[in-house]
């Protein structure tokens, strides 16, 4: 049977693109801005905010759990905590939709309140393995069990019953990733003395940042190999904010990518965020031969910004550092695009956490690419891409999205340098990241054409 609330859409050979574009909030920033706020006492005032299906889901979350959060006409949004320790019982269970990152930092910050939550979202992200994050807190205390209906011990739905006091540690990521150091930092600050996350390879600092500028006692000490150890000191005290989110540099990564792929184009993205543990990508579009200068280079909120100017370039596979990958994890797809579309070889190794992600996204786009007449090649952690040297691909193929906004992004981008249309099976998953994406899409093109 058809479902009825699927969108389709076709994307074609573009016209330059042209014009400047503000793009949406950053996501990780607006989980986060929105999480402590609601463990402030007062008021936090927010603008910017990404107004997507994801970070609607935390701001839900919170409210379920005893914050005032409301939007104002203007766009601003208004939030009142109830201090650290003072969250309530929800009534029902919190549903997450298609967010890993509220499912997982949500987790944490249960953990160490008492309270119990349950924990659901969408097919997608039911899915999706929760085991990184439940192993760390439940040796701070919680009791982290599936409900019925979970595919497996960890995986949604999950109960998590949180201890007050839990119980400080000292835990070593086996794996990269900031949404795992995230909630063991925010269950933290509930939690008496020190806890210490070591961090062997870096990832994106935005729950650092931010808890220091909140008011949370944090300190990050850095090993001559570049471990951080970061320490924070519990049973917190918070200070509300006014925040202004930049914006998202992976919601920018398609524009970047479809300025450097359409001939002709020359496009301005305004205010995106340059956090360095999130500006892979544009360091390695340079490293192929991109045309993106900084323009207004400035800070806001404790984070770099600046304003991208990026013009059509003739780009050359390279053989992309593994080591970069922490810092653009979520911008592959659309560098494989790039690379499609390059001269000779890109190589990409070290992608294992793109295998868990809304979908496999290494095995989702070696079927993509390939479809629409892609030279690509599959590797356990890894694609080998074969480009063109700029010639457009062929298209001309119906792409299955998994219900993943990056992979429909990703193709919707690659329709734009492709002969024949490319049609993604339904693009509402884009609205859980970048509502207006298409919008901003036909802007850039409409741009062109005025005289």
Known sequence: MTDQTTTP?????????KGRVAIPGDKSISHRSLMLSALAVGESRVTGLLEGHDVLATAAAMRAMGATIERKDDGEWRIHGVGVGGLLQPREALDMGNSGTSTRLLMGLVASHPITATFVGDASLSGRPMG????????????ISASPGAKGTKTLPL?????APAIPLSYRLPVASAQVKSAVLLAALNTPGITEVIEPVPTRDHSERMLRGFGAELAVEIEADGTRHIRIMGEAELNPQTIVVPGDPSSAAFFLVAALLVPGSDVVIANVGLNPTRAGLIDVLRQMG?????????????????????RHSALKGISVDPAIAPSMI????????????AEGRTTTTGLDELRVKESDRIAVMATGLDAIG???????????????????LPGRATIAGH????ICMSFAIAGLASRAPVTIDDMAPVATSFPNFEALLAGLQGAADTP
């Open 290 to 310: 991109g045309d993106i200068t900084e323009v207004d280079a400035r800070e806001v909120g404790g984070e770099p910004v600046a304003d991208l100017r990026v």
């Open 374 to 392: 892609a030279r690509v090649e599959e590797s356990a952690d890894g694609l080998i891409i074969d480009g063109t040297g700029g010639d457009p």
């Open 132 to 143: 990184r994050v439940i192993d760390p807190l439940a040796q701070m205390g919680a009791d």
């Open 159 to 163: 109960m998590v019953r949180g201890l």
């Open 330 to 341: 979520d911008e592959f797809p659309i560098l494989f695009v790039a690379a499609a579309l």
């Open 9 to 17: 859409r076709s994307f074609s050979a573009s016209v330059p693109l």
């Open 403 to 406: 219900l993943d906004h990056r």
